[in-house]
Every structure is written in structure tokens, then in C-alpha cells.
């Protein structure tokens, strides 16, 4: 068969499905696994990550760098546009900083599907920190590419 009509996993329930393929993807990311980035959750269409803001994240003001912030978002992001196992991959995404993160925090990212439609996709990730706060809010646009998470057998 066509890997248009069969696609690796097929026979998977969608929820096992995105289960594997986060499992496969977090052994691949070196750099989320560098940074400690924990992977909590994975669903169709949904994903959520969570950080320690340890001290070698913090900028010259002595708060997290946005640029740890956006990371953290961005790989949840990835977990849940990824997760009907079709490669995808970033097509654009902002993010708004709403509060400062200190030291210690623990933050955790959600990622959530608001749209997918053909190739592309919308996704909003929160980030709050232990408090519940809301930190930043991040929104990326996917959009889907040739192959598989996991290979077709």
C-alpha cells in the first residue's frame, strides 16, 4: 500500500497514536531533553510540557529569559500539531510575555488545537507557572510536511 493510504500506526487508537509518537519525538529532542524539559501529556491535537527555571535561565534582570520562555512553548507546540503522526513543522508563531518568571518557578505549557484544516494548523500554548498564573501566551501556525514520526512498517 501507498503511504497515502497507510500510514504508520494505522491501526492505532488515535490517543495510543500520539502517545507513541511523543514518546519517539522526546527521544530525538535532544535539545528539550538538554534543557529538562518533561513531557506530561500528548493527545490528538493537544500536548503539555512542563520546565524548572533553573539558574542558567535567568537573563541580566534575574528572571527567566522569554528566550526559555518561547522554548518551552514551541516544543509543546511541536508534541501537538505532531501528534497524528504527519511530520509537521512551524510555519510561524508569536508570543506575548504577561508576567516575569523568577528562579525556581516551575512552568508548564499547554498546547491546545484551535484549528486544522488541509496542511496547516493553529495551535495556543499557555504558560503558567506553579502559581497557575498565566506567563505568556504563544500561538503557532503549522503546517504539515513530506513523511512520518514513526516509519511506516
Not at 487508537?13 to 518533561?38: I, N, Q
Not at 503539555?48 to 542558567?56: A, E, L, N
Amino acid at each position: 500500500m501507498s503511504t497515502d493510504t497507510h500510514h504508520a500506526g494505522a491501526g492505532m487508537a488515535p490517543e495510543d497514536l500520539a502517545k507513541a509518537v511523543g514518546a519517539t519525538m522526546y527521544e530525538a529532542d535532544a535539545c528539550s531533553r538538554a534543557l529538562g524539559f518533561e513531557l506530561l501529556e500528548v493527545r490528538p491535537g493537544y500536548a503539555r510540557m512542563s520546565m524548572t527555571v533553573r539558574p542558567d535561565f535567568l537573563n541580566g534582570h534575574q528572571i527567566c529569559h522569554g528566550g526559555l520562555i518561547f522554548t518551552l512553548a514551541d516544543s509543546t507546540f511541536a508534541f501537538a500539531c505532531n501528534s497524528y503522526n504527519i511530520n509537521t513543522v512551524a510555519s510561524g508563531c508569536s508570543i506575548e510575555f504577561l508576567r516575569p518568571v523568577h528562579g525556581g518557578d516551575v512552568l508548564t505549557a499547554e498546547a491546545i488545537e484551535q484549528t486544522l484544516s488541509g496542511r496547516t494548523g493553529i495551535y495556543d500554548i499557555r504558560v503558567t507557572n506553579r502559581a497557575g498564573q498565566t506567563v505568556a501566551m504563544f500561538r503557532g501556525k503549522s503546517a504539515h510536511i513530506k513523511g512520518t514520526v514513526i516509519p511506516a512498517a
